[in-house]
């Protein structure tokens, strides 16, 4: 503390550099006796310059003296704040200091270091008596030696421990850690290095699988030939498995060679090195926007293919085709007969010769020949028409859709074959249908027969999207979609349109194509339009907008389907006639 207090005190400029400060109100009664003995009193004759104010530069003196005397008493309250400050700060440390102690508490960390060493003690203890234990459960040894083989056993005992207990204490159970591995945000540069990763791995399978493409297509004469003979005299002789062997340990040696720095290669097509594209460090947006598109075009790729793989197995092993997965299940019965009679020497032999004829011969008949492996290949038949499950989901939607045909056409025939539909008519001929500009058949221009399906007597509210039309007056019209037995109406909802001219009729009979229409492919979902393609138009129509969109869709595609049966059936009746 004084050697702060010291260099507080010394901060500024040196004492000696001072006169003396004993004249000076402020000072201290030890500053001034160790001054006194530093320093000698002012002489006699600069007292008397002082005192008298004739003096030579007494007026100037003595402000200099004034001056002194202030900065002297200002240095003084600085030493005296900063010493306070000192003070301050020694009773907040100690402060800390008691509060960090009162937080550890040690004393209940020494009572629980207690405990734990109490609980050792115990365990060592248990550990003794069941070793005591079973020293006693042991055969007693002959009574003639029998200090010895005690004192043998406990160190056999003892030998066994420090030998093979590292070992059993590995067979302990333990709990299983459930470690939860970090995801890395997205990133375009580390998804550009991963597919460059995923592709330079694949590299050596996509090199053996071509290697083996061009040996059974023959891609080099001599080379296939010599690795027919060589097959073929493996099998004969029952060495194809060691011929397998040695072949992997020849590619393993080759290998470290290569590791080794010798440049050995050797590759029945000529490989094509790749230019290696360098890191590209400053990109633009627009240029890191169009890496992520190709690199997740790529992905999307890979992964489909992937995918499609994948579900042709599911597909294969779940029955999904039962014609196909029937000769699977066929295939392996014989081949389990066959296994359990015939011997194993015999079935290797057979099913070599099988495989090195099919991979040398077979494949390259069908590889020149695709008309003939479109006839006779029958893996290459069945991968594929293993349906994928896209493909299912449409060949599910396209017999659904043959289903409803199928059932309006009958429901149809059965109505003209029984009661005639007229007196159901004719019994809610007396209901008045109205739109909001007046009677309906005056709006649409039609028969007072035709009046809204029940299930849309209000209509449903949407916009009708014209894409022949360039005019944004035209392109797009607010509305009401009617459908009735014969025609599918449209009612404009512009104030200006106080004639029918803005409105839209549209006979079911002249529609070629229906179905269920997304506007913006942005959004979720599966859309909330309807598009309807007829002659009269270069682009289908598109109603938008509408929130019931499936139920208008299945009364539009009922009646539409009902109209064409019943044209069916009448040019059916007249070609018959």
């Given at each position: 503390?004084?050697?702060?207090?010291?260099?507080?005190?010394?901060?500024?400029?040196?004492?000696?550099?001072?006169?003396?400060?004993?004249e000076?109100?402020?000072?201290?009664?030890?500053?001034?006796?160790?001054?006194?003995l530093?320093?000698?009193?002012?002489?006699?004759?600069?007292?008397?310059?002082?005192?008298?104010?004739?003096?030579?530069?007494?007026?100037?003196?003595?402000?200099?003296?004034?001056?002194?005397?202030?900065?002297e008493?200002?240095?003084?309250?600085?030493?005296?704040?900063?010493?306070?400050?000192?003070?301050?700060e020694?009773?907040?440390?100690?402060?800390?200091?008691r509060?960090?102690?009162?937080?550890?508490?040690?004393?209940?960390?020494?009572?629980?270091?207690e405990?734990?060493?109490?609980?050792?003690?115990?365990?060592e203890?248990?550990m003794?008596e069941?070793?005591?234990?079973?020293?006693?459960?042991?055969p007693?040894?002959?009574?003639?030696?029998?200090?010895?083989?005690?004192?043998?056993?406990?160190k056999?005992?003892?030998?066994?421990y420090?030998?093979?207990?590292?070992?059993?204490?590995?067979?302990?159970?333990?709990?299983?850690e459930?470690?939860?591995?970090?995801?890395?945000?997205l990133?375009?540069?580390?998804?550009?290095?991963?597919?460059?990763?995923?592709?330079?791995?694949?590299?050596?399978v996509?090199?053996?699988?071509?290697n083996?493409?061009?040996l059974?297509?023959?891609?080099?004469?001599?080379?296939?030939?010599?690795?027919f003979?060589?097959?073929?005299?493996?099998?004969?002789?029952g060495?194809?498995?060691?011929?397998?062997?040695?072949?992997?340990?020849?590619?393993l040696?080759l290998?470290?060679?290569?590791?080794?720095?010798?440049r050995i290669?050797?590759s029945?097509?000529?490989?094509?090195s790749?230019?290696?594209?360098?890191?590209?460090?400053?990109?633009?947006?627009s240029?890191?926007?169009q890496?992520?598109?190709?690199?997740?075009?790529?992905?999307?790729?890979?992964?489909?293919?992937?995918?499609?793989?994948?579900?042709?197995?599911?597909?294969?092993?779940?029955?999904?085709?039962p014609?196909?997965?029937?000769?699977?299940?066929?295939?392996?019965?014989?081949?389990?007969?066959?296994s359990?009679?015939?011997?194993?020497?015999?079935?290797?032999?057979?099913?070599?010769?099988?495989?090195?004829?099919?991979?040398?011969?077979?494949?390259?008949?069908?590889?020149?020949?695709?008309?003939?492996?479109?006839?006779?290949?029958?893996?290459?038949i069945?991968?594929?028409?293993?349906?994928?499950?896209?493909?299912?989901?449409?060949?599910?939607?396209?017999?659904?859709?043959?289903?409803?045909?199928y059932?309006?056409?009958?429901?149809?025939?059965?109505?003209?074959?029984g009661v005639?539909?007229?007196i159901?008519r004719?019994?809610?001929?007396?209901?008045?249908?109205?739109?909001k500009?007046?009677?309906f058949?005056?709006?649409?221009?039609?028969?007072?027969?035709e009046?809204?399906?029940?299930?849309?007597?209000?209509?449903?509210?949407?916009?009708l999207?014209?894409?022949?039309?360039?005019?944004p007056?035209d392109?797009?019209?607010?509305?009401?979609l009617?459908?009735?037995?014969?025609?599918?109406?449209f009612?404009?909802s512009?104030?200006?349109s106080?004639?029918?001219?803005?409105?839209?009729?549209?006979?079911?009979?002249?529609?070629?194509?229906?179905?269920?229409?997304?506007?913006?492919?942005?959004?979720?979902?599966?859309?909330?339009g309807?598009?309807?393609?007829?002659p009269?138009?270069?682009?289908?129509?598109?109603f938008?907008?509408?929130?019931?969109?499936?139920?208008?869709?299945?009364?539009?595609?009922?009646?539409?389907?009902?109209?064409?049966g019943?044209?069916?059936?009448?040019?059916?009746?007249?070609?018959?006639?």
């Amino acid at each position: 503390m004084l050697k702060r207090l010291d260099k507080i005190r010394f901060r500024g400029q040196k004492r000696d550099e001072f006169l003396d400060l004993a004249e000076s109100p402020n000072a201290s009664d030890s500053e001034c006796n160790d001054d006194l003995l530093m320093k000698p009193r002012v002489s006699l004759k600069d007292a008397e310059e002082l005192r008298d104010p004739a003096g030579p530069g007494s007026i100037s003196m003595a402000a200099a003296i004034q001056d002194y005397q202030r900065t002297e008493s200002d240095r003084l309250n600085e030493v005296k704040g900063h010493l306070e400050i000192a003070l301050l700060e020694k009773h907040f440390l100690q402060e800390e200091l008691r509060k960090l102690r009162e937080e550890t508490n040690v004393e209940t960390l020494k009572q629980e270091l207690e405990k734990e060493r109490s609980k050792r003690v115990d365990l060592e203890q248990k550990m003794n008596e069941i070793l005591k234990t079973r020293l006693e459960d042991s055969p007693p040894p002959p009574p003639k030696a029998h200090g010895p083989t005690e004192s043998l056993s406990s160190k056999l005992w003892k030998w066994l421990y420090e030998r093979f207990g590292v070992y059993i204490e590995d067979f302990r159970f333990q709990p299983e850690e459930n470690t939860v591995e970090t995801e890395e945000p997205l990133s375009a540069k580390r998804l550009t290095e991963n597919m460059r990763r995923l592709k330079r791995g694949a590299k050596p399978v996509t090199n053996f699988m071509r290697n083996l493409s061009a040996l059974s297509s023959w891609h080099s004469v001599y080379t296939s030939a010599i690795a027919f003979i060589i097959y073929m005299n493996a099998v004969w002789h029952g060495w194809a498995i060691p011929m397998f062997l040695f072949l992997a340990i020849l590619r393993l040696s080759l290998n470290y060679l290569i590791a080794k720095g010798w440049r050995i290669q050797w590759s029945i097509v000529p490989e094509v090195s790749e230019p290696m594209e360098p890191p590209k460090e400053d990109l633009t947006v627009s240029e890191k926007f169009q890496l992520v598109l190709d690199v997740a075009q790529k992905a999307q790729n890979l992964f489909g293919k992937m995918s499609d793989v994948l579900e042709k197995i599911k597909n294969l092993f779940m029955w999904v085709q039962p014609e196909i997965t029937q000769k699977l299940y066929i295939g392996l019965w014989m081949a389990f007969i066959a296994s359990c009679l015939l011997p194993y020497k015999l079935l290797g032999f057979i099913i070599g010769l099988y495989a090195g004829i099919k991979f040398f011969i077979i494949d390259f008949l069908f590889k020149s020949c695709p008309k003939l492996r479109d006839k006779y290949d029958t893996p290459y038949i069945i991968w594929k028409n293993l349906p994928t499950d896209p493909q299912l989901k449409e060949r599910n939607s396209a017999t659904l859709n043959r289903r409803l045909i199928y059932a309006s056409y009958r429901s149809f025939v059965q109505e003209q074959a029984g009661v005639p539909s007229g007196i159901g008519r004719e019994e809610e001929s007396g209901r008045a249908y109205s739109t909001k500009r007046g009677p309906f058949h005056e709006v649409f221009n039609l028969s007072e027969n035709e009046r809204p399906l029940p299930v849309c007597e209000n209509g449903w509210r949407c916009c009708l999207i014209n894409r022949d039309r360039k005019m944004p007056t035209d392109y797009i019209r607010n509305g009401v979609l009617y459908v009735t037995e014969n025609y599918l109406c449209f009612e404009s909802s512009s104030s200006r349109s106080t004639s029918s001219k803005k409105n839209k009729v549209i006979k079911l009979q002249d529609i070629t194509d229906i179905q269920k229409y997304k506007v913006l492919s942005v959004l979720p979902g599966s859309g909330m339009g309807i598009s309807i393609a007829t002659p009269s138009t270069q682009k289908p129509l598109v109603f938008g907008a509408m929130i019931h969109r499936d139920e208008a869709f299945d009364a539009i595609f009922s009646q539409y389907t009902k109209i064409i049966g019943r044209h069916i059936a009448v040019c059916g009746g007249k070609s018959f006639k």
